[in-house]
């Protein structure tokens, strides 16, 4: 079954503004990841936190962790309307063997 | 110097013929992976290949074959195609050791988007 739960699905903010989308998922996992999608292009992986890890940063983004209540955040800062694009969790289960599952996506729109 | 690169981008074709995607990795990564990607945008994994052994295959109706020839390339060859089958088709590739589990960032090809008639 699914792992992933994105919320919002579908997000639109103006230039500026901060973006915040969250992920809850459902097993014990190893790691989560959080994948950028452009229209019509592959997945592009933006950051990827460890089980033991609550926090993590990259440029403009913040990636918390919370395992206790199985939920991940995503925060963009700054946004801009080159961030638009589908966001997508995904998560490994700490089992060997396992690959990525996707949540559905949050649906990010920035205008100008 | 596209690191993931599948062929063809788009495929358009009949119900009850066979086809095959092609996909070739030149980041010297040992594992690649097959996943179908909805209308609604859900990600669904359908195969790993590492070092051109089957590690995963996630209840996959048979008619769906991957091929890999070495660890640059994994083929999808889809049989019989059926309506359910349009969807678009990411190949990806990572470093992740063999019985291991995915904790490295996957790459992933633009996509083929197949549809069927």
């Known amino acids: 079954s699914q792992q992933g739960e994105e919320d919002p699905q579908a997000l639109s903010i103006q230039e500026g503004e901060n973006a915040t989308m969250n992920c809850s998922y459902k097993?014990?996992?190893?790691?989560l990841q959080w994948y950028r999608q452009n229209s019509g292009r592959g997945l592009v992986h933006l950051i990827l936190i460890r089980s033991n890890e609550r926090e993590k940063h990259s440029g403009r983004l913040r990636v918390t962790l919370d395992t206790s209540k199985k939920s991940s955040s995503l925060l963009i800062t700054a946004s801009r309307a080159a961030d638009t694009a589908s966001y997508f969790c995904?998560?490994?289960?700490?089992?060997?063997?396992?690959?990525?599952?996707f949540g559905k996506g949050t649906t990010l729109s920035v205008s100008s | 110097d596209t690191a993931v690169s599948q062929t063809p981008k788009y495929l358009v074709t009949q119900m009850g013929n066979d086809k095959s995607i092609k996909c070739e990795q030149n980041?010297?990564?040992?594992?690649m992976y097959w996943y179908k990607q909805d209308s609604k945008k859900f990600l669904k994994i359908m195969f790993s290949y590492n070092n051109k052994e089957l590690i995963i295959n996630e209840t996959v109706p048979n008619r769906f074959s991957p091929k890999s020839p070495d660890k640059a390339h994994l083929n999808l060859h889809i049989n019989s195609l059926e309506l359910g089958d349009s969807a678009v088709y990411f190949c990806?590739?990572?470093?992740?050791?063999?019985?291991?589990?995915?904790?490295?960032?996957?790459?992933f090809g633009d996509g083929t988007r197949l549809s069927i008639l």
């Open positions: 990806a590739s990572s470093q992740d050791p063999t019985g291991g589990y995915s904790n490295q960032p996957q790459h």
């Open positions: 995904a998560t490994v289960r700490n089992q060997a063997g396992t690959a990525l599952i």
């Open positions: 980041l010297g990564h040992d594992t």
């Open positions: 097993t014990s996992i190893n790691n």
